[in-house]
């Protein structure tokens, strides 16, 4: 039977750290673990954007407050945040496509809600 967690939950409660400690427990217990998380961006204090974190360490922008696409790029907005489709496409697309029918319970995801936090 597949089983799925969608975490949600307002900023700062400790989504992404509870899905750190659950898939380095399951990682140390030896189950195959892949997926990834998001991680919030700061400078100085502020919220600047997010970065995209797979379990296996590669990491990159997933978006950024008002960052400018690249020439002839078509962009994408959530928010005030500008999404960075090619690190996304990168990162989080071979991700979910190497789901199977063995692995579908173990796939990870921190559902960031940036469109509810960019609306507060």
């Known amino acids: 039977m597949a089983r799925h967690v969608f975490l949600t939950g307002p900023p700062g409660v400790g989504k992404t750290t509870l899905i750190q400690k ?35 360490g590669m990491r990159g922008p997933l978006s950024r407050v008002g960052s400018v696409p690249l020439p002839g790029k078509r962009e994408c907005r959530v928010g005030q945040y500008v999404v960075d489709l090619m690190s996304f496409e990168q990162l989080a697309l071979p991700v979910l496509r190497n789901v199977t029918r063995e692995n579908r319970n173990h796939l990870l995801q921190d559902i960031v809600t940036c469109v509810q936090s960019s609306s507060k």
């Open 22 to 56: 659950a898939s380095e427990a399951l990682k140390s217990s030896g189950a195959p673990v892949d997926g990834f998380y998001t991680e919030e961006v700061r400078q100085g204090g502020r919220r600047i954007g997010f970065d995209i974190v797979t379990l296996s």
